[in-house]
């Protein structure tokens, strides 16, 4: 199988402090990660794309300065949410993939609160 | 509205009977992804289906891919309480662009 672990699951942080979320592809190299959020009941909204060694891909809408993405690895991607406010509570997911057009699979996702 | 979006929202049968989810999209794609989320959880990969493949099994899952009528489905047989869950098809339309739908919320009662 294929395993992607992210970390923590769950955090809670204060207005203005900034947050590390990191992805883990456990047992296979990903040269893709990709970033989603998730409000409640509702669907995943990508946020970005990441290749290992390259700038992300920031989908429209979503700032890159507030949300940083680093792929320093075939293995880890971390995603930083800087200066954070209660309206980027929501749950965060990564997915991982070997190569285009294959299985991506999912992290378990972490549930951001600031306060 | 985005592409792959499911059919119906919601649904709830018995254990033991099929269940069936529909997806659309509206522009050609590379693949069609389904997947499950439990409440609050990650998600669980279920099947990928390419471009040029119009059907695909992995035990009780059965997925078909109409490119003609940019629709697929996602067939559960026997379904079990343990099946109880969202599932989400998602898209690749453009190289490493996803969308994903609303999902169907699937209840199945013991």
New interface residues.
Partial sequence: GAVVSQHPSWVICKSGTSVKIECRSLDFQATTMFWYRQFPKQSLMLMATSNEGSKATYEQGVEKDKFLINHASLTLSTLTVTSAHPEDSSFYICSARRQENTEAFFGQGTRLTVV | SQQGEEDPQALSIQEGENATMNCSYKTSI??L?W?RQNS??????LI?I?SNEREKHSGRLRVTLDTSKKSSSLLITASRAADTASY?C?T?YN?????????TKLNVKP
């Fill in positions: 590379n693949n992804q997947y609050g959880r990650g998600l669980v990969h990928l390419r989400f998602a690749e190289f490493n662009k996803f969308y994903f739908g609303s999902g």
